[in-house]
């Protein structure tokens, strides 16, 4: 069966630092892993995917991800985090026609 | 292109009533899926629809029920409301010409439902 988890409920980055966003995932067979975003009372908006190869994968509002299969993971990332990047974040696997969500992260940019 | 309408954006009902929630997906689109988003529980997938076709369903009771018209358009309608029905509840289009597994989902602004 397939599962993602995002580790953190809450990640709190000072405005202009770098920021990290985790995911990890477990599935049969080559994933595809997707990055929403949703900012309070609108539904998700999409900012990346990864569906096969270059691992590293660059996605909207300078976001990007690096996908890394032995360590199973899909971690978010952006070099120099903005107060508007503050919202609440959902790693997404899919697979055989079933995509499953993980629980959401939410980031908190501190100004 | 106009994204994922959603009707209405809220509501309030009492226990035992039912409801009824619209998605209109983007033009073009043919893939509706609706989902649960609740504080505790995340995001969880109640039904996929393609082609007036129910897809994939997920672990929800069947007083969770929906269909789509030929237009595309989608209605999800839960019977006999209880309290913990009480959720945002989200809609996602696709277009799904690349398998859906990989299809990149365009979601709307949601339906929050309060059940008192």
């Known amino acids: 069966a397939q599962s993602v988890a995002q580790p953190e409920d809450q990640v709190n980055v000072a405005e202009g630092n770098p920021l990290t966003v985790k995911c990890t995932y477990s599935v049969s067979g080559n994933p595809y892993l997707f990055w929403y975003v949703q900012y309070p009372n609108r539904g998700l908006q999409f900012l990346l995917k990864y569906i096969t190869g270059d691992n590293l994968v660059k996605g909207s509002y300078g976001f990007e991800a690096e996908f890394n299969k032995s360590q199973t993971s899909f971690h978010l990332k952006k070099p120099s985090a903005l107060v508007s990047d503050s919202a609440l974040y959902f790693c997404?696997?899919?697979?055989?026609?079933?995509?499953?969500f993980g629980k959401g992260t939410r980031l908190h940019i501190l100004p | 292109k106009a994204g994922v309408t959603q009707t209405p954006r809220y509501l309030i009902k009492t226990r035992g009533q039912q409801v009824t929630l619209s998605c209109s997906p983007i033009s073009g689109h043919r893939s509706v899926s609706w989902y649960q988003q609740t504080p505790g529980q995340g995001l969880q997938f109640l039904f996929e629809?393609?082609?007036?076709?129910?897809?994939n369903k997920g672990n929800f009771p069947g007083r969770f029920s929906g269909r789509q018209f030929s237009n595309s358009r989608s209605e999800m309608n839960v019977s006999t409301l209880e309290l913990g029905d009480s959720a945002l509840y989200l809609c996602a289009s696709s277009a799904r010409t690349s398998g859906g597994a990989k299809d990149t989902q365009y979601f709307g602004p949601g339906t929050r439902l309060t059940v008192l």
């Open positions: 629809y393609f082609s007036e076709t129910q897809r």
């Open positions: 997404a696997v899919s697979r055989d026609d079933k995509i499953i």
